[in-house]
């Protein structure tokens, strides 16, 4: 199988992987996907955990079904249907993050949505669903039916599963799972005293529309956790 060529897309693949292991949002499980410009082709970090994604050996090229179009095959997740069947459904997205932060994970099992209780919660919408599985996603139909679960939103916990956040971008993407995990490190925290209060529908809105404070505050996000990955304070 061929490899693949250096672009712009791949170094923020690698990147991302980096920045997920970094905040203990990934271990031996996760990975990340972007579409490739101006094709159908997407992206995906290889099944040896985000961790050791160190660059284009350690990812894999696919097409909008599944196969494999450059990378070594051996590497292509089990769960590559996760973020295809995002894809296919969503032309609005172009990434998709699967992880498996300890907060939204233990949330996740409870099989409720997560209410925005915080203001890094309402970047979320006013409640992150569940997706009801017993089982990792591996065939296209239960893409299908994960990609329904989500709808238009930005995240969705999977039952006992992990997390799946998705973005215009993936930085989007990313800074997006790192929120996930401090709303849900919040709503626990929280319960420990007493039910903590979530924001209404309404509140959630301006925070979710691109003429709102979400793009500008989601590259923030981005930057910090890059910089801090990077050991930098730049």
Known sequence: MT????????????????????????SAFGHVTSRLDDTE????????????????QDVVRVGPGGDVRGGDASLLPGEAAVHLGILRARRDVTSVVRYHGPSSMAWGTLGRPLP??????????????????????????????????????PAILMRGFGSVTVGRTIEEAVARAWLLERSAAAVLAAY???????????????????????????ARVWHYLQAISEGTNR
């Open 192 to 218: 420990a005293v007493a039910t903590p209060l979530p924001y209404p529908a309404s509140a959630a809105a301006p925070f979710a529309s691109d003429e709102g404070p979400a793009p500008r505050q989601l």
């Open 41 to 56: 082709d997407v992206l995906i970090s290889g099944s040896v955990g985000p961790g050791l994604v160190g660059g284009a």
């Open 3 to 26: 490899g693949l060529d250096a672009s712009p897309t791949l170094e923020t693949l690698v990147v991302a992987c980096r920045i997920l292991e970094h905040q203990g949002l990934t």
């Open 116 to 153: 925005a209780t915080t203001g890094m919660g309402l970047f979320l919408g006013h409640e992150v669903p569940v997706f009801e599985t017993s089982s990792t996603v591996t065939t296209p139909e239960h893409g299908d039916r994960l990609a329904a679960a989500l709808g238009d939103g």
